[in-house]
Structures are given as C-alpha cells and as structure tokens.
C-alpha cells in the first residue's frame, strides 16, 4: 500500500541564499593581496637605507640622531702681548683682585728676574710713556698701550720721559738695585708689573697666557 505523502514533504526545499561577506568576495581578496604587497615592498625599501646622495634635510646633530655635529678643538690662543723680561720669568706671586677698590690685594704680578739683580725690562707692547718717576721711594714706569691700557712696573731705573714713544720689545729700563729697592717687594730681586684697564687693575698674565678654562672634548668615534 503506496504510502502518502505529504505535499509539504514532497515539494523540495530550496536552499536558503546568505548575504555575500563583503571580505569574501573575489575582488576584496585581490586588494588586500595588492596592499600586503605595497606594505611589504615600503617596508624593505625603507630598511634598505636612504639612496646613495644627499639626504633630503639635514639631520646633523638633532637630537636622536646618530650623527654627531662636528668637535673642532678651541683655537690657537696667540698673546696680544709679549713678557716685559727674557726669557719668560717664573710667576713668584700672582694677581689678586681686591674685594673693593680701597681694600688689600694684589694688583699685579711679582717675577723672578733670576740670579740677574739689574734685569733689562721691555716694553710689553706700542706705547707711549705715561709716568716716569718715584712713587714712596721706589722708582716706577707706567707705559700707555692705548685702549685705556696702562701698565707699570716697578722698582726700576729709567732714562725714558713722560711722552717717549716705545715699541714692544723696546728696553725702557732696568730693575732698581742701587739703593736696595728690588729687595723690598719680594725680600729678593723681583720686578712687580701692574696693568690697568680703564683705571681698574686687571690680571697682566691675561695678555700673555692662554687664561682660558680647559674645555673637555669628547673622543673621536
């Protein structure tokens, strides 16, 4: 006996159609295949390093950067002045600026003219004689280097007169021993050099020595 069916059972159900993902499809997949690509080849390009030439902007010595701004060393320090004894004296005391005008310091330095008594003093630098006589018992030349630069020394014997012109290097007296003067600063021959700039006492090795501080450079690579 032919068994009956249901005409709901009989009649074939057609499969259900779902919405196509929009990542699914063919194309999509094609694009991102193309932009992994693009990815990969900046990626390779860009850690391979900057073209042989110029870089597009400087980079030198931003911060960050491996590339360190240029070390020069500081420059060749050249004296504006020469020494007023050959050959150049030992410093026996040097300059020591006083708090107030009025107050004890050092205004100059004290040299060593060595085993020589009667030592020749040269004129430091051009100049013309400003003051060529005795001060409290001691024999003192004060030389006008322009620039309201004044430098004296002291205890000395000197034929110059006030308005002489003197050129650097110029022999423009000798260390005072006669009356035992040289003795009396240092206890022993010693010739005392002052140098004033705009009527206030300045430090005389200054035009001589390379006063500069040391300045520490990194080393090379």
Known sequence: MPVATSPIARTARAPRSRPSHPCHHPSHHRRLFALVLCLAAAFVSGSAGPATGSPPFPVTGWPGSSTLPEQRGPEVFVPEWSWPLEPVPTVLRTFEKPPRTWQRGH?????????EESAAILSPADGVVFFAGTV??????????????????????????????VAAGDVV??????????????????????????GEYVDPLSFVMDRRPSVLLPLAG
């Open 136 to 165: 409290v018992n001691r024999g003192v030349l004060s030389i006008d280097h322009g620039g309201g630069r004044i430098s004296s020394f002291e205890p000395v014997e000197t034929a110059l007169l006030k308005g002489q012109r």
């Open 173 to 198: 007296g000798a260390l005072a021993t006669a009356t035992g003067e040289a003795r009396g600063h240092c206890g022993f021959p010693c010739l005392h050099w002052g140098v004033r700039a705009d």
């Open 107 to 115: 205004r100059g330095v004290d040299l060593s003219t060595g085993a």
